[in-house]
């Protein structure tokens, strides 16, 4: 029996799609990690256990997620087996530029060199300079924490409320476990809120959600695993 990293593979296609096209210096980011909080029964001492990592074109990025789905009990964190129920995937939706990134590692690994550390891991620092270096912010990630239970009519107000400080037709929303990510399309913006929408949307949180401003940050992917029993998903528009 394999981990299942991959649940609806059509939502996973669309996802893909919806990507931006990439230039020839850039990859997308993906982390693989062991989450304590959606299966706390399984004994993980972290939250966040980094597994796996990579990065990835579009057009292999559903071939490489495929090859993540190993054997089950086969991967650990901080030595304990990790659960099914622990996995959650995320993607940086803003590609990382590799030429930048490359530059970085080189300067990273000549500051390790002179200072004589030999037990360094070449490929965690380019992975690390990968994960941080940006190439085009398309997106900014709005990580929406439900506080009430009543999931639709949350949801229906807070795309009320952020449509009264930015203009809808730049904005995505995906469902994630315990909450709402939405995806602003900065080129999109329309030029009378470009001023003030960051400061306006800072100020949204209410009694039934809590806006924190991600920016450039990493996101579930949908159509795969995120904790016990929950795969991300477009929320399509009425």
């Not at 999931?151 to 409320?161: H, L, W």
């Not at 469902?175 to 001023?195: D, V």
């Not at 959600?209 to 795969?231: A, E």
């Amino acid at each position: 029996m394999n981990y299942k990293i991959i649940i609806n593979e059509e939502e996973l296609k669309e996802f893909v799609a919806w990507l931006p096209d990439l230039l020839p210096n850039e990859q997308y980011y993906i982390t693989l990690l062991a989450r304590k909080k959606y299966f706390p029964e399984s004994g993980l001492k972290a939250d966040k256990g980094q597994i796996k990592r990579l990065t990835t074109s579009k057009e292999r990025m559903i071939s490489k997620i495929k090859q993540l789905q190993i054997e089950v009990g086969n991967y650990f964190s901080d030595d304990l087996p990790v659960c099914q129920e622990n996995l959650a995937i995320y993607i940086t939706p803003n590609p990382r530029d590799l030429y930048l990134s490359g530059l970085k590692t080189i300067k990273d690994i000549t500051d390790k060199v002179m200072k004589n550390e030999t037990s360094f891991n070449p490929q965690s620092l380019a992975l690390n300079a990968i994960q941080i270096t940006t190439s085009r912010k398309v997106f900014f990630d709005l990580d929406i924490d439900f506080k009430s239970t009543d999931f639709e009519s949350t949801v229906a107000k807070f795309k009320e409320d952020i449509t009264t400080v930015i203009n809808g037709n730049c904005l995505t929303y995906i469902r994630t476990n315990g909450g709402l990510h939405c995806l602003i399309k900065l080129q999109e913006i329309h030029p009378e809120f470009m001023k003030n929408w960051y400061q306006n949307i800072a100020k949204l949180s209410c009694d039934d959600y809590d806006v924190t401003m991600n920016g450039d940050n990493v996101l579930p992917i949908v159509g795969c695993i995120q904790g016990k029993n929950f795969s991300p998903y477009f929320l399509n528009e009425e």
